[in-house]
């Protein structure tokens, strides 16, 4: 093509959110997060009934909620019309595949998102007597944990959007950094 007779091609700005997306296990009848109630399927509590908290001294019920501050981002983003990307890693898990599916019909972007085989982090919810949120967070060994640089950012990106435990953890901080090495972490 000649000089000035080619058309050009408008190339849509794009903010990227990275960081993790989880699955909020949060007390019967508390709010929810970005997804709603769900369960993956054939599993106990499918349909998004409560399943029954596992031990380590929790009562009550549990509610899975589709959750993690950046996938919250993402799906705002989305939600409101802007372009947005995810840029994380999901397990390949009915969590992932819901976490997917979530942020696609959520107008998100979902080309930058990597797979893998490991599950999905969980991050325990529970309220105090004073009423604040306390975190319990499952992460090791999970997809979340198992992200990889996949390389430079698409030339239409404006703007990056990077938090919450993206930036406390393996790989997204220097090794010895991430956690008490038992499993999870606290917070308050």
């Known amino acids: 093509m000649q000089r000035g007779t080619a058309r050009r091609r408008r190339i849509?700005?794009?903010?990227?959110?990275?960081?993790?997306?989880?699955?909020?296990?949060?007390?019967?009848g508390g709010?929810?997060?970005?997804?709603?109630?769900?369960?993956?399927?054939?599993?106990?509590?499918?349909?998004?009934?409560?399943?029954?908290?596992?031990?380590?001294?929790?009562?009550?019920?549990?509610?899975?909620?589709?959750?993690g501050g950046p996938f919250n981002v993402a799906v705002a983003l989305g939600r409101l019309g802007a372009p947005a990307a995810m840029r994380a890693r999901l397990s390949t898990d009915a969590f992932g595949t819901a976490q997917l599916t979530h942020l696609a019909a959520s107008g998100v972007?979902?080309?930058?998102?990597?797979?893998?085989?490991?599950?999905?982090?969980?991050?325990?919810?529970?309220?105090?007597?004073d009423g604040s949120a306390g975190y319990t967070f499952y992460t090791v060994g999970t997809a979340t944990v198992g992200f990889a640089?996949?390389?430079?950012?698409?030339?239409?990106?404006?703007?990056?959007?990077?938090?919450?435990?993206?930036?406390?953890?393996?790989?997204?901080?220097?090794?010895?950094?991430?956690?008490d090495g038992g499993g999870h972490h606290r917070r308050r």
Do not use: Q
Not at 12 to 28: N, Q
Not at 44 to 58: E, F, K, L, T, W
């Open 12 to 28: 849509r700005a794009v903010i990227v959110v990275g960081g993790e997306a989880l699955v909020d296990l949060v007390p019967a």
């Open 31 to 67: 709010s929810g997060g970005a997804g709603g109630a769900l369960a993956p399927a054939g599993s106990a509590g499918a349909g998004g009934a409560p399943v029954a908290a596992g031990s380590g001294g929790v009562g009550g019920t549990l509610v899975p909620r589709l959750g």
């Open 149 to 179: 640089d996949p390389g430079l950012l698409p030339p239409s990106v404006v703007a990056v959007s990077i938090g919450s435990l993206g930036l406390l953890l393996e790989p997204g901080v220097h090794a010895g950094r991430s956690g």
């Open 109 to 129: 972007d979902t080309s930058l998102v990597r797979r893998g085989p490991e599950p999905t982090a969980l991050a325990m919810a529970s309220v105090g007597a």
